[in-house]
């Protein structure tokens, strides 16, 4: 893994991290980010970039930009959006997965700006997401997200996420709607 920016005036890219995570901080901000993969005996890989990056007040963030979408295509999104539910143990001893992350971006109120921001940088046609609450889908995703139409399907029992998909609704038409329970 490789991943490489450029400035908004060139079209040359510099590696800027060989690390598999890449964290967004200041020398970042106003460039372009891409992700270069090489495996033996095989042409390099890249992702689709992403930016500029820009100051986020108290992050740094990819989000602010739509990525352009080619006329002839489609583009399909999918992202773990982190169910509440998920955050924590429910039983004793309470446990947090995720220790690592400070408890201030764990914070719904947080996460649910960020993600229909990403949602919109991407540009997708179809979005599907999965660890979707009922409360998520109905305050945030359906109002931050006008330009689509979508369902949720939550899984059976207590944790009350499941999945959700919404598409672009000046690209696409619903003609039925089956709704299968997820075990």
């Known amino acids: 893994f490789r991943w490489e920016i450029r400035s908004a005036d060139s079209v040359n890219w510099s590696t800027h991290s060989k690390l598999r995570l890449l964290r967004i901080d200041e020398i970042l901000v106003d460039q372009y980010i891409r992700l270069k993969c090489t495996s033996k005996g095989l042409d390099p890989a890249y992702s689709s970039e992403i930016g500029p ?5 108290s992050i740094y963030t990819l989000l602010k930009k739509s990525i352009p979408v080619a006329d002839s295509s489609l583009r399909v999104m999918t992202y773990n959006i982190l169910a509440d539910a998920f955050l924590e143990s429910k039983t ?6 995720f220790p690592y992350c400070p408890k201030q971006f764990q914070e719904r109120s947080y996460r649910e700006p960020r993600i229909a921001s990403e949602i919109h940088a991407h540009n997708p046609h179809i979005v599907c997401l999965q660890e ?9 995703l359906v109002p931050m997200l006008p330009d689509y139409s979508g369902h949720i399907t939550v899984i059976k029992g207590k944790s009350k996420a499941g999945c959700a998909l919404f598409y672009k609704t000046d690209e696409f038409e619903m003609m039925k709607y089956f709704k ?4």
Do not use: L, R, S
């Open 53 to 57: 990056v820009v100051n986020d007040e």
């Open 92 to 97: 004793k001893p309470y446990t947090n997965f």
């Open 132 to 140: 979707v609450e009922g409360k998520t889908f109905a305050n945030c």
């Open 180 to 183: 299968f329970p997820i075990t």
